[in-house]
């Protein structure tokens, strides 16, 4: 372990030391994410002596089943913005309208979308989930956040990242200067630098879909992963495939070693699974400032204009070439 130990609030100082025009409010939000993942990481780690493992008898805005964990992470990130004045508004994959956090939706320099939980399936199994965070600043004027949210593309977002709930817990996160990693130690209860400026691979050798929706793919899915399959030595091929069904964890393991990450749409699903606020998009974001890309197969995430706040969108994502590759099959 290096001497010096930079903490997460050090790194945001230091950073805006190069970046005059930060002002320190970012830095508070900052943490207060880091105390929500902080939160939760504790919560996870003890959930199955403390009956929050198992899900409610509710079904969330997605039509999906609300895990007690989930709405325990909701509830830790909306605590954590309910001081600072810092967030008007919080956008959640759990709740089917924005919450306003502050009683004037005029106020609260940022707009924060959230996955509070992401990779719920894999919960009660003990297996790696994540937070995904997207923040942008409050655009001008009044309206509710509906109206405000539906013009801000993810090449707006200030900053975007992830909290990984793994064997370690890790807060990965980019504010334009690069993208820089994280781990808890839970001795002290900081997060510590221990990955500074991550650069993803420009071609990597793993691929990462669910296989067991093959037989309802599109032709351009079956053919892309059929060229993934087929032995050549020259360009890396055959890719091993990994599928962990936690797209943090999934992510995390692309932007470290590279390769690709599909959620792909189909006929059952025309724009796939993964929702375009508050996973695409800041994920998208983490990997462009890594040097790799996000695509919905014909253009960049970060260039969608959001529709509704929970929309969906096909993606395609990891290093630069495996992606250039993947658009190929389906432009
Ligand atoms: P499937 C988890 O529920 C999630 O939203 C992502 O974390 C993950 O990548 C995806 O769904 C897995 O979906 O259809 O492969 O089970």
């Known amino acids: 372990m290096s001497a010096e ?18 002002t320190g409010e970012f830095s508070i939000l900052l943490s207060q994410i880091a105390l929500a993942a902080k939160r939760i990481s504790r919560r996870l780690r003890v959930a199955g002596l403390t009956g929050a493992l198992g899900a409610k008898d509710e079904i969330n805005v997605q ?7 989930d709405e325990i992470s909701n509830d830790a990130f909306l605590e954590s913005f309910a001081y600072g004045q810092l967030v008007s508004d919080m956008v959640s994959e759990e709740m089917e309208q924005p919450a306003q956090i502050l009683g004037n939706a005029d106020k609260g320099k940022y707009v924060v979308f959230v996955d509070p939980l ?3 399936s894999n919960i009660d199994v003990d297996v790696t989930i994540g937070s995904i965070f997207s923040i942008h600043r ?9 109206k405000k949210a539906l013009h801000l593309k993810g090449r707006d977002q200030i900053a975007a990242g992830y909290a990984l709930y793994g064997p370690s817990t890790m807060l990965v996160y980019t504010a334009g200067a690069g993208v820089h990693g994280f781990t808890l130690d839970p001795g002290i209860g900081d997060f510590f630098l221990s990955h500074e400026n991550i650069h993803v691979p420009r071609r990597g050798s793993t691929y990462s879909i669910n296989e067991g929706r093959r037989n309802n793919w599109f032709p351009e899915t ?3 992963v059929a060229y993934l399959q087929k032995k050549d030595k020259d360009s890396g091929r ?4 990994r599928y962990v069904g936690s797209f943090v964890a999934d992510f995390h393991r692309t932007l470290l070693k590279g390769g690709v990450f599909l959620y792909p749409a189909d006929p059952k699903n025309a724009n796939g699974k993964l929702r375009l606020m508050y996973e695409a998009a800041p994920m998208a ?9 996000a695509s919905n197969g014909r253009q960049s995430i970060l260039d969608l204009i959001p529709q509704t706040l929970h929309q969906r969108t096909p993606l395609l994502i990891g290093s630069a070439e495996d992606v250039d590759t993947a658009e190929s099959f389906y432009a």
């Open 5 to 22: 130990r930079i903490t997460l609030t050090r790194h945001i100082l230091m950073q805006q030391q190069q970046h005059p025009g930060a």
């Open 63 to 69: 039509g999906e089943i609300v895990q007690k964990l």
């Open 222 to 224: 079956r053919n892309y």
């Open 238 to 241: 055959p890719y091993s495939g």
């Open 118 to 120: 992401d990779g719920s």
């Open 285 to 293: 974001l983490v990997i462009e400032q890594a040097g790799g890309r």
């Open 138 to 146: 409050r655009p001008a004027g009044s309206g509710d956040t509906l």
